[in-house]
T-cell receptor
């Protein structure tokens, strides 16, 4: 089974801090994604990456950046965390051409 | 852009059948997914439709009509563990997936 592992289940950070959310997958998937999920808004795509060092903006990239230095790892960076970035963050991965996403278990981030 | 609509919540009795609808408007349609998500957990894959018609998988079935921009997920013989949010998601463009807001199903004894 494909595993997508997110480094933290719960995280509490202060406003203005730089925050790193890490995601690792173990099945050599080319594509990796970061979503945030908020009540009443559903899952919204922040960024995705289709190859090492490649990235594309999703629907809500403002306030975020990403890094993909190795194929198995995709990091989401909050340069200066704000309270409106309090959310559940979900990482996913998939093979090229295959449409099934596999999700990590999520990181619930609270910014105080 | 992508527009995906689902009802927000429904309640059903254990053993019953429930139908969850999803309508969508999208460019570059590459298929439609249904995911199940229990509270505090990651979404898990239920079904994928790319051609019109009904796909059956045990107690769950999913239907797609591309001309109408419509899909439904049918849950039969409801069990308490089926209480969850059901997410409709449309694949489009280059490996992208757009999600609806999810339909919360509450199963009561």
């Amino acid at each position: 089974d494909v595993k997508v592992t997110q480094s933290s289940r719960y995280l509490v950070k202060r406003t203005g801090e730089k925050v790193f959310l890490e995601c690792v997958q173990d099945m050599d998937h080319e594509n990796m994604f970061w979503y945030r999920q908020d009540p009443g808004l559903g899952l919204r795509l922040i960024y995705f990456s289709y190859d090492v060092k490649m990235k594309e903006k999703g629907d809500i990239p403002e306030g975020y950046s990403v890094s993909r230095e190795k194929k198995e790892r995709f990091s989401l960076i909050l340069e200066s965390a704000s309270t409106n970035q309090t959310s559940m963050y979900l990482c996913a991965s998939k093979f090229d051409g295959a449409y099934g996403y596999t999700f990590g278990s999520g990181t619930r981030l609270t910014v105080v | 852009g992508q527009n995906i609509d689902q009802p927000t919540e429904m309640t059903a009795t254990e053993g019953a059948i429930v139908q969850i609808n999803c309508t969508y408007q999208t460019s570059g349609f590459n298929g439609l997914f249904w995911y199940q998500q229990h509270a505090g957990e990651a979404p898990t894959f239920l079904s994928y439709n790319v051609l019109d018609g009904l796909e059956e998988k045990g107690r769950f079935s999913s239907f797609l009509s591309r001309s109408k921009g419509y899909s439904y997920l049918l849950l039969k013989e409801l069990q308490m563990k089926d209480s969850a949010s059901y997410l409709c998601a449309v694949a489009y463009g280059n490996n992208r997936l757009a999600f609806g807001k999810g339909n919360q199903v509450v199963v009561i004894p």
